[in-house]
């Protein structure tokens, strides 16, 4: 009799714990399977990336992209070319999953060689289509456009007496009130010098543009390896004039600088590219950076940190530049500008460079 009530009485506990753990399981609420327009997913994990930014302005994207997805961005600055280059030569063994940052001029020959990962973020929907690749392999999301960049301290003191006008068009750089007191950096290693050298090409056509780019040469005291090179120099003084993007030139401005930046008449731009490689360790969570790249917030935080342009409508300008509409675009044919790169550079070389004295 003892045994049979105790298996009475164990039976009767294993039911009321099954009630009690059904009646949990029916109160608890069931997770929101809604999502947010343009918020990317919340997934954790990590994303590798090679970045061709400012190494301030990754850190500021990676800690609110972190902040935004629960996603830690391992993150290995370098230069657009060298990124370029570290891609391709891991293509068989891919070490990261994204490449952002530089001109999307530099992403063309790792779309054709296959290094890409094809993805159409749907936040790209309402953009300019010159921001979108049709084949989906990489993705415009900030603008940049030339400056010419002046030391204000150098030009009042040696030049303004000697009646020279600041320069407000690519042709006052030939003025040569300039020579030795003018850097720029080379096309043949720099992408923003070869950028300003096919503006030169859209803007006065193929045999005026060398006339131009020779005469330049005249004025040109040396040219430094990166685009970004020749900002400190002529910010500091050591030089009056330059070349340079209008985002980082400003940015070194706001530092307290005498950097005068004039946006010229038919200037050229770059539109900065973001992709996804292709066979990379976190390819889902490289697809939730490219949505969030895209985002309202992130294009603000990209103003913010770096003074690029965005592509979003509903994002404004940097302040204290003007805004695209006010901005005077040459015609750059981007397709051309890539087909006649390797030509032009080799001419550069043998025409201006190798007859440099």
């Known amino acids: 009799m003892k045994k049979f009530l105790s298996l009475a009485l164990a ?43 400012n190494e301030d302005n990754t850190i500021a994207i990676a800690d609110q992209f972190k902040a935004d997805t629960g996603i830690e961005i391992e993150y290995i600055s370098l230069g657009g070319g060298d990124a370029v280059a570290r891609v391709q030569a891991e293509m068989g063994n891919p070490k990261a999953d994204f490449l952002v940052g530089g001109s999307v001029d530099l992403y063309g020959s790792l779309a054709d060689a296959g290094a890409f990962e094809a993805y159409d973020s749907p936040n790209n929907d309402d953009l300019d289509a010159r921001f979108n690749d049709p084949n989906h392999f990489w993705q415009g999301w900030y603008m940049g456009v030339l400056s010419i960049i002046v030391n204000e301290d150098r030009f009042e003191k040696e030049l303004a007496p000697k009646g020279v006008a600041l320069p407000e068009t690519w042709d006052d750089l030939l003025d040569p009130a300039y020579k030795d007191v003018f850097v720029w950096a080379n096309p043949t290693t720099a992408g923003g010098a070869y950028i300003a050298t096919a503006c030169q090409i859209f803007r006065l056509g193929e045999d005026g543009a060398w006339e131009y780019l020779k005469e330049l040469d005249q004025n040109v005291h040396h040219y430094y390896k990166g685009a970004g090179d020749v900002i400190s120099p002529v910010a500091t003084g050591e030089f009056i004039a330059s070349i340079a993007w209008a985002h980082d030139s400003f940015k070194t401005q706001q530092e307290g600088y005498p950097l005068k ?21 976190n390819t889902e969570n490289a697809k939730v950076f490219m949505d969030w790249l895209l985002t309202k917030e992130a294009q603000e935080l990209s103003v913010a940190t770096s003074y690029r342009y965005p592509v979003r409508d509903d994002v404004a300008a940097p302040a204290g530049l003007p805004s695209l509409s006010e901005v005077d675009l040459v015609d750059y044919d981007r397709d051309q500008a890539a087909s006649m790169k390797e030509a032009v550079l080799e001419k550069f070389e043998a025409e201006i460079t190798a007859n440099r004295s």
């Not at 399977?33 to 930014?53: D, I």
């Not at 050229?268 to 066979?279: S, T, V």
């Open 11 to 53: 039976l009767m506990m294993l039911l009321s714990l099954a009630a009690c753990g059904g009646q949990e399981e029916e109160t608890t609420p069931p997770a929101d399977s809604g999502t947010q327009q343009e918020t990317p997913a919340q997934t954790g994990g990590k994303l590798v990336v090679y970045s061709a930014l």
């Open 261 to 281: 930046l004039i946006i010229p008449r038919q200037t050229a731009y770059e539109i900065g590219g973001a992709a996804i490689i292709k066979g990379g360790p």
